[in-house]
């Protein structure tokens, strides 16, 4: 550490936990933590101990000396230098204590010989003595960097009351304690006594390597920790993948059962038709036969009403006559000609067959035998760069079977038989399965053919259709006003497991949460400076799907609050130390769950553990025009640098890999890049603020497509400032000057 940054930090520095005062007589702890020997003394007595003290701040349990005087704790020789550094420097603020006489004066000296203060008084005396004459004496208020540095370096010296300017020069190995050379001739008798230069050579070599071994050790562990994130992340992928193929599946197969009820529908309504069409021509044929008995009945109530006895006696031949052409069978309804009779037959063997027989099973393992492909990424319509499918090993008696290690090719073509793709990757098998991925040139339809060991695999060549890359709007909700699900400038948002999404709503200083189709659930904060209370909101995420923290920007600090909404804690603060901030806006958490937090007035992107204690920076000089905000993936930091137009990437450690990007219109330039996302399937996404698109990327920076045009419709954008993407894939956007969250498919 420069002695600015210490003299910038000292007060912090020498401050002792407990009693938050300057460190008198500091003592430390076999833990390292430090204390006034006063404060052990009290906390010793009040925690009832006796052979044994627990340490106020990490509650380590050691042992009290032998004597049973806590005064025989070991000394920071290091905190005692710290303090008359202090001392130096607030010498214009406050009185230093001369070494000689004990008063307290504003105007003293230090005397790098003497390696104590002196007050103006006792100073005349110092200087007349004639063998203190070539002794070098500075003024407290002349001190500068460079003297600071040498009053550190003084020697330690023994801190035994009898051994007073005793410098510590010698180690002892039977007590393994440093000890000055009265301690020598009086206590370490017969003891085996080395320099405690050279000791301190052959500690400081042997401390190296156990520190480089414990180094290697974290890094050991960090890796495996990384492969294991790894492995989740693809088990997670997997899982997902087996369940799309799942509901793909049961979709095929209710649509069979769908086709098929319709068959039997359009049957029952063809025969339903042909009945009707019968029983229309018979009533047809009834209806001709009432209309001739109406008119024969009125000629014959004619006859018999102006007729006499001697025409009535011969009118029965008439009435022969006239209803001789009438039919006089009585209708009947009852023919079985006339209505079909049918009714369904249900198939109770289809059903039981449902009821009883899984749709399919789970094939776990890992030995491989047969190769089928499972068809993923192999359907019509499949996107232009995300081409992918798996082949699964699965038994099948009596065929040839493949195994781990097995030589596996891909080639895709186009109609006219030209390969095209610009790249095919093919993992090794794990778990029985290869996963493939291909990047087909030109939309249109190809050809995939797949072989294991020299043969094709089932089915193969597959035919596919490519079409060009997009994504295309499902639904948009909110609009500008300060009522519940209206927004003014949403800037920032999060989504969890539940597929809550959670917005910053930053003029108008809360945050929302709602469902994944657009309905307001609740929110929390107001304007203020409070606990709970927001200036400007900007940056969100979810940590574990249980808390959400938010950037407070204007209040220069990260606040933490649970999924309902409660104020839990926040970290942070007005100021430059690392522990502080300044505007924040970019958050993220990174694959080990410390926070990743953005400054806009800093230049350095800062690392919180999760409970706010600061752990690292990155600040390679340089390196950041304005850092807008920055994303763990793998084993890369991937940084927005607003004001370069570019993106940058990290390693893990922070050391610079490489960068893409420039500012312009065009595909894979930029407009001020804002916030980051990696999807589902592992493509970079940034928000192309005032170029008013998304831009998709593999993390080498190839450019992949966009999406989005500045405008108010759905699927256009106005100053989109950051995603999240929900479980089924889908990509929130958060469209800021449009007042809106759009989420595109």
Known sequence: MDIKTLLHNLREEVSCPVCTNVYTDPKHLPCLHTFCLHCLKHWHTTSHGRDTIRCPKCQAISRVPESGDLKDLPTSFYLNGLIDLLAIKECKTSQVRCGNCDKKSPESSYCFHCYVFWCDECIIGHNIIRSYKDHRVLALKDFQDKDYEDVMKRPTFCPKEDHNKEELKYFCKDCETPVCQICVTIEHGGHKIKLIKEEAERQKTEIKSFIEKQRHNLQAKMD???????????????????????????????????????????????????????????????????TAIKSSLEKAEKLFTRSTNAEIVQLKK?????????????????????????????????????????IGTLKKGTKASQCVVDGKGLEEGIALREA????????????QCYNEGDHVTVEIRDEQGRECTS?????????????????????????????????????????????????????????????????????????????????????????????????????????????GEFNSPSGITYYNNEHIFVADSRNNRIQIFSGKGD??????GTGSLDSQLSCPRGLSVGSNGNIIVTESVNRPIKIFSPDGNFLTKIEEHGNFTLPFHCIQYERYLIVSDYGEHSIKVFSRKGKFQYKFGTKGRGDGEFNNPSNLLVNKS?????????????????????FLGKFGKKGGNLGEFN???????L????????????????IME
């Open 224 to 290: 495996a920790i990384s492969r294991l994130d790894e492995k989740c992340v693809k088990l997670i992928q997997q899982g997902e993948d087996v369940k799309r193929e799942i509901q793909t599946f049961v979709d095929n197969l209710i649509a069979v059962i769908e086709a098929n009820k319709k068959n039997i529908f359009a049957e029952v309504e063809n025969e339903t038709s042909k009945s009707i069409e019968s029983i229309t021509r018979r009533k047809t044929e009834i209806e001709r036969q009432m």
């Open 318 to 358: 008439l009435l022969d006559a006239i209803f001789e052409g009438v039919h006089q069978a009585e209708p009947s309804d009852c023919d079985p000609e006339l209505v079909a009779h049918f009714v369904f037959v249900e198939n109770y063997k289809l059903f039981n067959t449902v009821k009883t027989e899984l």
């Open 388 to 399: 992918h499918f798996t082949l699964t090993t699965m038994y099948t008696e009596g065929r």
């Open 423 to 531: 790249e095919i990757q093919i993992n090794d098998c794990k778990d029985g399965l290869y996963q493939v991925r291909y990047c087909p040139r030109d939309p249109g339809k190809c050809q995939v053919a797949v072989k294991v060991n020299g043969e094709h695999v089932r089915d193969s060549p597959f035919a596919v259709q490519v079409t060009p890359f997009q994504f295309k709007p499902v639904l948009s909700f909110g609009k500008v006003g300060s009522s519940e699900g209206m927004f003014s400038f949403p800037w920032g948002v999060a989504v969890n497991a539940k597929d809550e999404i959670a917005v910053t709503d930053r003029d108008n200083h809360r945050v929302q949460i709602f469902n994944c189709e657009g309905n307001y659930l609740r929110s929390f904060g107001r304007r203020g400076t409070r606990k």
């Open 567 to 572: 104020y839990v804690g926040s970290f942070g």
């Open 682 to 702: 592992g493509h970079l996404m940034v928000c192309d603020e005032n170029n008013h698109r998304i831009q998709v990327f593999e993390l080498n920076g190839k």
């Open 719 to 725: 100053n989109p400032t950051a995603l999240a993407v």
């Open 727 to 742: 479980r089924n894939g889908h990509i929130v956007v958060s469209d800021s000057l449009n007042n809106r969250i759009q």
